[in-house]
């Protein structure tokens, strides 16, 4: 599943997400395993970037909050794909609930081109 995740967050670094953050959630009792947490700037981009990820993943219907564009979520069963514009991200603040469940992608990144 590693190299799922690793390629979900490159997809969302090259799609130009912010603050991509992700966290585990396989030990907890959730419909999830994975979870991304994602910024935008504003709610045209989110809903610009969220039709781009709706297409690439081939996906039928509009993710929850597409309408509003604030905070719309993905949820690809095992993986659930939070895209939310920066000031709402900070009000509901998902970051710090998780936080202890948080995996560093940059630091596996590199970890793995050491092995290499």
Excluded at 30 to 51: P, R
């Amino acid at each position: 599943m590693l190299k799922q995740i690793e390629e979900i967050y490159d997809y969302l670094q090259n799609k130009k997400y912010k603050d991509i953050a992700v966290y585990d959630l396989s030990n907890e009792q959730q419909s999830c395993n994975i979870m991304f947490i994602v910024s935008v700037t504003n709610q045209a981009n989110n809903k610009k970037l969220a039709l781009q990820l709706m297409e690439d993943l081939k996906l039928l219907d509009y993710p929850e909050g597409f309408n509003k564009g604030e905070w719309i979520v993905f949820d690809l069963d095992e993986i659930i794909i939070h895209c939310f514009v920066t000031s709402v991200r900070e009000k509901y603040n998902l970051d710090k609930l998780w936080k202890s469940k948080f995996i560093d992608m940059k630091k596996n990144k590199v970890e793995a081109k050491k092995k290499n």
